[in-house]
């Protein structure tokens, strides 16, 4: 048993007493290691711990201002890895932040590499709850930044997606913020990001998440540039040079590139999918941000009729789609469960973090490397 938080449903953090089950690795990183496995109180539910060791910059932050624990505090969705608890442990003069969240089987990722297929109708249940995620996250300004299949868990059984892992996340206090133009994985990057643009918008994760959402449909990456200037030329010769009012809007400067006629989505992709597929794509891929379309309205799409038919599809599993349509809405509530405080004697966030991290000072070796 240790010392954590959970959190309350406007955001607040309150102290608990939180106990687990055995833990396996399912995930590793350069900075971080994802555990799944059983918790026990104070609510019983298999859960993915992320334990994510400090950096020079996080070294001397608390847990409850650690960026990515301050970001999920403040989203709650079905179609996200939801933050229920967190805690910290220190090790070798670090403090190492432990997340515990919502846990799903299998990474997009994953089963691509192992020749899983989805047939239409689960490509599209899976891309309306990508969006789903990304419109909750527009809503409280907030952009995920790296939007990839690796960051797409799944339970194929039951239909349902969610959105992982916010270490590059970041909050929008205005439409805009400043920040480096080298984010998100070059395959999913927008083309703002590739000409050097820094200020981000919610517009990156749409397009990012249309690739993602391509993927599902063609079993592909859809630009698969070899370093930053083949993925510019690659979407370039698909979408067309950046227009005047393009750069302008971008705020770029002019991209050293090939002029080519426009090749066009369908004619790259080899008319392989539905025309309203085709539609999607082509109001989400758009080489100006401020052009695309917004997550909420992507919802609206006719792409996605067939999963809003009632009595509801069956999906090749023989079960039935799942019931998503609630998951347009934006205020999702979340379980507060407070049956088991912590111990007396905890009475402010300085506090709790000093008391979990000496209760964890006699942490193996193992405990160590995570």
């Given at each position: 048993m240790m010392n954590g938080y959970g959190i309350k449903d406007g955001g607040e953090f309150f102290p608990v007493s939180l106990q687990f089950g055995g833990h396996k690795l399912c995930g590793s990183g350069r900075f971080s290691n994802v555990y799944c496995g059983q918790m026990i109180g104070p609510i019983q539910k298999e859960v993915a711990v992320k334990n994510v060791w400090s950096d020079t910059e996080t070294r001397h932050l608390p847990t409850t201002q650690y960026p990515e624990v301050q970001i999920l505090s403040k989203v709650f969705h079905p179609s996200i890895s939801n933050l229920l608890y967190f805690y910290s442990r220190n090790a070798n003069n670090k403090t190492i932040h432990c997340l515990v969240l919502d846990y799903l089987p299998s990474e997009m990722a994953k089963l691509r590499d192992q020749g899983v297929k989805f047939d239409v109708l689960d490509a599209k249940l899976y891309t309306f709850q990508l969006f789903c995620a990304i419109s909750h996250l527009a809503?409280?300004?907030?952009?995920?930044?790296?939007?990839?299949?690796?960051?797409?868990?799944?339970?194929?059984?039951?239909?349902?997606?969610?959105?992982?892992?916010?270490?590059?996340?970041?909050?929008?206090?205005?439409?805009?913020?400043?920040?480096?133009?080298?984010?998100?994985?070059?395959?999913?990057?927008?083309?703002?990001?590739?000409?050097?643009?820094?200020?981000?918008?919610?517009?990156?994760?749409?397009?990012?998440?249309?690739?993602?959402?391509?993927?599902?449909?063609?079993?592909?990456?859809?630009?698969?540039?070899?370093?930053?200037?083949?993925?510019?030329?690659?979407?370039?010769?698909?979408?067309?040079?950046?227009?005047?009012?393009?750069?302008?809007?971008?705020?770029?400067?002019?991209?050293?590139?090939?002029?080519?006629?426009?090749?066009?989505?369908?004619?790259?992709?080899?008319?392989?999918?539905?025309?309203?597929?085709?539609?999607?794509?082509?109001?989400?891929?758009?080489?100006?941000?401020?052009?695309?379309?917004?997550?909420?309205?992507?919802?609206?799409?006719?792409?996605?009729?067939?999963?809003?038919?009632v009595p509801r599809k069956k999906r090749s599993n023989g079960a039935e789609l799942p019931n998503v349509i609630g998951y347009t809405e934006m205020n999702h509530k979340r379980e507060c469960v407070e049956v088991e405080p912590a111990p007396a004697g905890i009475e402010t966030t300085e506090k709790a973090e000093k008391e979990s991290k000496s209760s964890s000072s006699h942490s193996t070796e193992e405990e160590t490397r995570k």
């Open positions: 809503s409280k300004n907030i952009v995920h930044m790296d939007i990839k299949p690796q960051n797409v868990i799944m339970d194929r059984m039951k239909g349902l997606l969610k959105l992982a892992d916010f270490g590059n996340a970041r909050r929008l206090e205005t439409s805009e913020k400043t920040g480096g133009a080298y984010q998100v994985t070059r395959f999913y990057r927008p083309p703002e990001l590739l000409f050097g643009c820094e200020k981000f918008t919610s517009a990156i994760d749409i397009w990012s998440a249309t690739c993602v959402a391509f993927e599902l449909f063609a079993n592909r990456v859809l630009f698969r540039g070899k370093d930053t200037k083949d993925q510019i030329m690659l979407i370039t010769g698909v979408l067309g040079y950046p227009t005047d009012e393009d750069i302008k809007s971008m705020g770029v400067k002019r991209p050293r590139v090939a002029r080519k006629e426009a090749r066009g989505i369908e004619t790259f992709t080899s008319k392989m999918l539905d025309p309203d597929m085709y539609e999607f794509m082509k109001s989400t891929l758009k080489i100006d941000p401020k052009k695309r379309k917004t997550a909420i309205d992507v919802l609206k799409m006719s792409v996605f009729d067939v999963i809003k038919v």
